[in-house]
C-alpha cells in the first residue's frame, strides 16, 4: 500500500524510462514509430498443501467500516509523509531513488502476505490437529463406556436373582399389627438397570488400499478407525491424489465429490455381468420364427428387414440359388416363399387386390337389421310425366328449372307420407342418351314405377326401362299417367304392355297398375298405398350402427363449395367427419345436405343426401365406403388410381393387319365438360355414337365443372371444339378464348347438342359421293395416235360411252388405271357419246398401257348431302 493513499490530492508520477515495467505496464514497439502499453495482470500465488491437510480457509472479509456518525466526521489522520527529497537532486537520482523505494514497497508487501499465509496455515493445522485429538477422546470414551455396558449386561445375565430386589409378600396391617412392629427397618437394595446398546446407523464398508495403512513421512498421524470402517480424515492420500483438483463442493462433500465411472466403464461392467448370468457370449441365441408377409413382388432388401436377417445373406442364398441379384432388385413371391422357408421363417403370402375393399362378403347378423325406407326409381319414356308425377307426390315444382322441360339428371328425393311412413324416389331421365343413368337407377332401387303416358304409346325408352327392369330383378308398378287427357287410353297401354310381357293386375297378371294425373292429384294416393304393400312384401332392412356404405347417384363439381356428390346411403349410418373412399377418390365428409337444402349430422339407410368434402369428383355409380382412418383411405384410393391407369394404358392385342392397315379414318378431336358426372357419360357416349366407319369422334378431355384455363389450351393446341354442357368459361379461360379464337359450342338439351355435333361430322366429311356405272366396252384393238399416245379400237357392250366421264381400264378384272376419256370418234368425227353394239375408238387420259382384251368402264360420280 501506499503511504499517500489518504492525502486529498495526488501527486504526479514523476517521469522515468522504466516506470512503465515496475508501475505494471508492458511497453511495446512496433515498426514505423507505432508504440502501445499493456497492462500486467499479476495473480497470486498458489498455495500447495501437503497430501491428507486440508486447504487453509480464505481469509474473512473486512468488516464493512460504520456509518459516519451524523453529528460531525472524525478528523482525518495526518498523512504520513515521504522524506523530502535532498537537495539538489538531479532528475536521474529522483528517478533511481523512486524505483528503489518502490522496489522496497513491493519486497515489503511480499513478505508480509508470505508471513500471513504461514499464520494462516499454521493456525488451520493445529485446529484439525485439536479436532482430530477431541474425536479420538470422544470415541475412546464412548468405547469405554460401550465396555462398561457390556459387563454390567453380562454380570445382569449371570445373577438374575440380584438384579432384582427381594419381593417379601405385604402384610395386611389390620391383621398383622403387630408383626410389622416387631420387625427391624430394613434399607432398600439400590436400584438397577439392564443396559441397552445404542443403536449404530449401518455405514457401507469402503476397501481400504494398502498404502492407506502406511502414512506417509511427514503426514499428520491418521486418527484410529471407527466401527465403521471409514478413516477420520475422510479417505485416503492416494483417493484424494487421484480426485483431482480441490474444489469447495469437494472439500464439503468428499464422497459426493469423487469422479464417477465413465460410460465405456459402465458397459464394460454390464457386458461382464451379462457373460455372467447369460451363460457367456458364445452361448448360441434362440432364433426368433416371424411370420412374413410377401407380396406378388418384393425387393431383397425389404423380404430381409421383414424377416429380420441380413440383406448379404440373402443375396448369399440367391447367389447359391444361381440367380445374380443385388439387395435392390425386385423378386417374385415364389423365390421370396423359398426364402423365407430356407431361413425358418412363416410366409404368408398376400396379392395387390388384398388392399381394396370388398363389401360382397361383409354380410350383417340377422338380429342386427331393421326396417328401412323402399328406394323408388321413377322409369319411363322422355315428356311421360316423370318428374310432374314426383312434384305431384313432393308438393314441389322442379319441372319448370328443367332445360327444354326435360330431365337431364338423376334427381333424388325422399317425403314422408301421411302415415310418418317415409319412401326415397329417384327420377331418371327419359332420352335415349341417358341409357346408363337408367341402368344406375334400376340397380340401386327396390320397386320401380314405370311412367307410360295415357295419351302415348309404347316408347323406345319405355321398352328399354322394361328391360333394365327385368335386368335388375326388382318389381314393378306401371303408372299409366295423363288421365285428364280427353285422349286418355288407359286399356290400349294395358294391351301394348303384353308384347312386352308385362301382365298388370286388371289382365290376371302379377304386375300392379294404377291411373294418375299429376295435374288433378288424382291416383297418387293410391299409388303411394301400392308403392307401401309391395315394400312390405319385401320386408326391406338394414343394419344402422355400422360404417355407413352409399352408392354414389349424381357427381359435380360445384364452384364454391368443390365436389358434390349425391349419395344413396345402403346401409349403416354415414356421419359427418367420417373418413370414406369412393371410386379413385377419398375425402373426408364435412356437410351433409338433404334434398331440401337443409344441413343434416348423419344420413340413415335409404336416405339420400349430398356429401361435401371429396377429394374429387367421382363417377356415377360408385361405391361410397367409410373406412377407419385416412391412411387405410388413401391407400385404397391410390390402388384403384393404379388398376384405373393400367387399365387407360393397356395396348390392345395387335395382329399383322392392324399393323400394316392404314386406315383412312378423320378424327374429329373435342373437349367436353358438363355440370355433372352424368352428363358428362351420356355426351361421351352419344358423340360415339355418331362415329361411323370413316370420321371417329375423339374425346380428347371430359371432365365436371367449369371451362378453365387448361381446358382452352388443350382445345387450341388440338384445334379442338369445346362443348360445355350448362357450364361456362371462368374470367381468365374467356379471356384465353377471345385471345387464341378457340371455338364454343354452348349447350343445355342433349339432343340439340348430338344434332350440331352430326352436322359438323358431315361437313368435315364433305358430300357423299356416289358413283353410277354409264356403259362398258371391250378393247378391240390399239392403233397409235400422236408421237406418244395410243387409241383403243372399242366395241361398246352395254350402256353408252360418253366424252370426259370418267373410265376405269380393267385386265383380267383387275383395275390397271382409273382415268378419263379425253377423246372420243366414231370413224373419223368427234362425237359425245358411242351407244350398245356399235365401234368407236377413245384416248384415254394420263394412261398408254392399254392393250386387246382390256375392258373399260365409264361412269359419273353423283354428290349428295352427307346424312350420318
Known sequence: MSDNEDTPKRERKPLGLKRSVEAGEVKQTFSHGRTNKVVVEVKQRRKLVKPGEVAPPPPPPPPPPPPPAPTA???PKPAARRPAAPAGETPQERVARLQREAEEDRLRQAEEARKREEEEARQAAEDEKRRAEDKRKAEEEAAKQRAADEAAAKEAAANPSAAEPASEPESEPESEPAAASSEAPVAPSPRRFTPVKRPEIKKPEKVERK?????KRGAAPAAPADRGGNNAGGGSAADKRRSGKLTVNKALNEDEGRRARSLAALKRAREKERRMHGGGSSAPREKQVRDVIVPEAITVQELANRMAEKGADLVKSLFNMGMMVTVNQTIDADTAELLVEEFGHRIQRVSESDVDIDTSIDTDPEETLQPRPPVVTIMGHVDHGKTSLLDALRGTDVVKGEAGGITQHIGAYQITTKGKDKITFLDTPGHAAFTEMRARGANVTDIVVLVVSGDDAIMPQTIEAISHTKAAGVPMIVAITKADKPEYNAKKIRERLLEHEVIVEAMSGDVQDVEVSAKTGAGLDELIDKILLQAELLELKARPDRMAEATVVEAQLDKGRGPVATVLVNRGTLKRGDTFVVGTQSGRVRALIDDKGAQIKEAGPGMPVEVLGLGGVPSAGDMMTVVENEQRAREVAQYRKEKETEKRTALAPTSFDTM????????WPVVVKADVQGSVEAIVNALHNISNDLIKVRVLHAGVGA??????????????????????????ARELVKRDGA???YHDVIYHLTEEVSKELAGELGPEKIEHVVGRAEVKQVFPAGKKDKAAGLLVIDGVIKKGLFARLTRDDVIVSATVIQSLRRFKDDVDEVRTGLECGVVLADTNDIKPGDNLEVFEIEERERVL
Do not use: H, Q, Y
Open 73 to 75: 466526521a472524525p478528523a
Open 211 to 215: 498404502s492407506a495403512d502406511k502414512p
Open 660 to 667: 400394316f392397315n392404314k386406315s383412312d379414318v378423320i378424327e
Open 707 to 732: 371451362i378453365t384455363e387448361s381446358d382452352v389450351s388443350l382445345a387450341v393446341a388440338s384445334k379442338a371444339p369445346i362443348v360445355g354442357f350448362n357450364v361456362r368459361p371462368n374470367a381468365k
Open 743 to 745: 371455338r364454343m359450342m
